[in-house]
């Protein structure tokens, strides 16, 4: 007779709160970005092909364990890193070697003195800010840390990305975000399967008319948008083949209150 067939159990564990989710990957988001590497390169390597000539300070925006701001610091000669990140278990391998501001991206201070020449909002982090109005000033608070010639980086994952979601799917989103707009309707459940194991948390898919609006609110002029592909890294001609990766500028400089860049 066959051998009986071992149950396996799967551990669901779901997190409203996308922070928590993150601090319960633990050592498994290295394993995550393992799988995403392609892109994850990729991406970085269009940001070193854009920073500024001579940026000497860069703040990171959700830094995640802060591996990617360290290798962009290191790669482009930048002297000033700045992770924010609000997981402490997530950034703690490096918190004796570089400043952390324990604050989420709507959570930053308004009022700071301190401009950056780059500043990075990497892997849908802006999609883990629940409500349009919280990415709103997640964007407002980079935009007025900006350095008067400073790029802020984001990439996004692009709710018309047929090549990820399929084609059938993604006309239905098209289709019924222009019959009933609602921007609400970008809201996913982001799920990571290990296997043995699978962890999920509140997400957003973003739309291009959606991220120009968020950065025309928050005083942002767009440089450049760059599609890549989320499977193979490749940079593609279409927006429906890949996510969004946005380059963007300061819409007018900065007054004269402000305090001297930290370059």
Known sequence: MPRALKSISVTNQHFNDPVAAYEHLGSRYAELCKRREAYLRSVEKCILERIPAGSQSLLDIGAGDGSRAMRIAAAAAIRRLVLVEPGAGMIRAVASKTEIWPFRAEELSTNSLERFDVITCLWNVLGHVRGTEARRRA?????????????????????????????LRT??????????????????????????????????????????RLAKAAGL????????????GRSRRWPFAGNLLYIFRRNSPIDSSSAPQTS
Do not use: Q
């Open 171 to 212: 006309t239905a989103r098209w289709l019924r975000d222009h019959l009933v707009p609602d921007e609400s309707a970008g809201d996913v459940t982001a799920t990571w399967d290990f296997g043995d194991s699978t962890i999920s948390t509140y997400g957003h898919v973003f739309t291009h008319r959606e991220m120009m």
């Open 221 to 232: 002029a767009l440089e450049e948008r760059i599609t890549i592909d989320y499977d193979d």
């Open 139 to 167: 964007l407002t608070n980079a935009a007025r840390m900006l350095s008067s010639r400073g790029k802020l980086f984001i990439d996004v994952n692009h709710r018309y990305n047929g090549h990820a979601y399929g084609m």
